[in-house]
Structures are given as C-alpha cells and as structure tokens.
C-alpha cells in the first residue's frame, strides 16, 4: 500500500526549484501517480499535463482546476508529446532510461527540468531493487550537464519524506543561459 504521505505531499525538491519554472508555464508531470505534484504546481498557476499509465491513479485529478491528463505507456507505447514543448517538467520516483532524449528534447528554452528518483545503494533500504530501475552515481548529471545548465545536483542517502533513509539522485536544470536564483532557492547554508 502506497503511503498517504506519497499521494498528497509534494517532493520537498519539486517544491523548492518550481519557483524557476516561467510563470504561469506549462509544465509535464511524467508518470504522475495520483498527481500529488501536478495539484501541487496547478495551486502556482501553472498549466499541467499529468501522464501516467495508471487510469485509477489519474482519475484522482478529475476536475482539478489547470490540470489536464493523459492516460499513455510511458514504457510500452509511444511518446506522446513529440510535438510539445513544456515550461517545466517535473519527475519524481520514476526512471525510463529510453525516455531521457525524448524528455530532454520537449523542454522549451528557459525551461526547468526537476528530476528525482533513486540510485543504486536503495536496494539496502527495499525497492527499488532492480537496477534497471536505480540511477547510478552521477547518473543525472552526466546526462544533463552538456546540454543544460545545471542549477543544483545531490545524491546519497537521505531520509525520505516518510521518515525512512532512501538512497536517491536529483538534480534541477534549466535549458539556456544561467540565471539568478530566487532566494527562495537559494543553496542551503
């Protein structure tokens, strides 16, 4: 069973860095579940798209003021938005290697990618255990940081938002030219 924190609560991370997202963008929350981060960047004005391949899980965003759905196969089917370019995406949780170019290649000029999942070294703590499914160290930044500009990155072991040590990677970029940051999201220290 899903905890309850995971299907309410936005990512700590996600929360942080939104602010970097163009206001009033439109943003992909890819593989959203039952869309705790697609309410949550719909409160901030944004336009979400929240896919998923769970129909049950987006039908808990039915009626949700700025959030639109797409029931698709993430893994399976084809990519859905070959002709869409988005403000923001935002990922959490989940990892599709196959899907890294297509994902890189919708983010629009100035817009913010903020992506976290976990990382080998979680098998210790539960699932995920397949690799297929865990970054491995630097993963992310390897990935990104020739084609975006590469605003914060951390990986190692945290404890989670349900009080347990996860092991986990994320990373926030925007494509284009540095920018300032908000003190908001300023780094921590």
């Excluded at 255990?129 to 930044?141: Q, T």
Aim: glycine content about 10%; aromatic content about 8%; proline content about 8%.
């Amino acid at each position: 069973m899903t905890d309850p924190v995971l299907l309410t609560t936005p990512s700590p991370w996600i929360v942080r860095f939104a602010p970097l997202i163009p206001a009033g963008g439109k943003v992909l929350d890819l593989a959203c579940g039952a869309g705790r981060h697609a309410r949550f960047l719909a409160s901030l004005g944004y336009h979400v798209e929240a896919v998923d391949r769970d129909e049950a899980a987006l039908a808990c965003l039915a009626g949700v003021a700025n959030v639109s759905t797409r029931l698709a196969d993430l893994e399976g089917g084809p990519w859905p938005y070959y002709a869409d370019v988005f403000d923001g995406i935002v990922v959490s949780r989940y990892l599709w290697r196959p899907l890294f170019p297509q994902l890189f290649n919708c983010l629009a000029e100035g817009g913010v990618l903020i992506y976290e999942t976990f990382m080998e070294g979680q098998q210790r703590n539960g699932k995920p255990e397949n690799p297929a499914h865990l970054l491995r160290p630097g993963e992310l930044i390897e990935l990104t940081h020739k084609r975006f500009t590469v605003i914060a990155f951390e990986q190692g072991e945290v404890i989670g938002e349900t009080g347990l040590p996860q092991v986990i990677q994320r990373i926030c970029v925007r494509r284009g030219r540095p920018l300032s940051l908000p003190e908001c999201v300023a780094p921590a220290g």
